[in-house]
């Protein structure tokens, strides 16, 4: 097969060599061995079609949905869920750092859809929506970047790689790190998980 092949080949050395009557011979004979029905046919499996537009947008995010409320509506809605939840968690760290000894210094804001801690002795958390990826990304100066999706098992964010919610995340490195209590209370917070999930 692969001779037959290169006798095909115009582009070949051999069949560049051969006299323009030979070369016409040879695909003669190639295509009668090619017509020839008993030949099998070499052909390509045919493709699947391309997923629609539609597709390729929804299908990363059906997974990421929670199952339909009672009313038979979707229970979740990204950027309401996602800007509560990042309220949720600024007031958390204001009511945290208030309290605490040696955090005068500390600095909490929120704008636009970013929560940024400036904490002394620790470094600066940036927490963020991500609309576009429907995630919560996280920006630690303990265990560094990490990204958080909906989880509608347990109504809480979830990085995928570790299995981590983002609230049990914040109680450990800030709670249990920075502050050295137990039950910081970020769990509490809204889809943390907690007592503070969706009513």
Known sequence: MALLLRLISPASAASARRPLSVRLQVREISARILADRSFPAIAPAPAAPPPSLLQVLVSPLSSSLPPPTEGGGASFDFE???EETLESLCERLEDLLQDASGMEEADVSLASGVLTAQLPGLGTYV???QSPNRQIWLSSPVSGPARFDFDRGTCSWVYARTGENLHVLLD???GQGLLKTEGAGFTECY?????G???
């Open 172 to 174: 450990r490195e800030i």
């Open 197 to 199: 999930e969706k009513e």
């Open 80 to 82: 309401r869920d996602s």
């Open 127 to 129: 927490i963020n929506k």
């Open 191 to 195: 889809l943390g998980g907690g007592e």
